[in-house]
């Protein structure tokens, strides 16, 4: 994949609808959600299958969405269900979106 299709992005991944959350940080969002879904890495989203991406923010820096992660990861659980609600109201797995 060439660097100018590179996606660099604050991202949620789910198990299910109100299921378990992972949020994560990118400079490649395809290929990050790519490897969750198919389990390549040992940890937390493996263990619990946050396998489905349900909420994202593009950034124009990585510097800048990772302080974006930083401050979402500090949130309550009810603010991410809420912000997951307003993007996708339906919880639908956005991998097709983003490899559409």
Known sequence: MANEDR??????????KNGTLYTGVTS???QR???HREGLFEGFSKKWGC??????EVHEEISA????????K????QNK???????????K????????
Do not use: C, M
């Open 7 to 16: 996606i660099v992005a604050v991202y949620i991944t789910a198990n299910r």
């Open 33 to 35: 959600i790519w490897q």
């Open 81 to 91: 269900l809420n912000a997951i609600e307003n993007q996708n109201p339906d919880w």
């Open 93 to 100: 797995d956005l991998w097709f979106e983003i490899t559409g």
């Open 28 to 30: 490649n969002l395809v």
């Open 74 to 77: 500090a949130y309550r659980r």
């Open 51 to 56: 396998t489905r991406l349900v909420w994202y």
């Open 65 to 72: 969405a990772i302080r974006r992660e930083k401050s979402i």
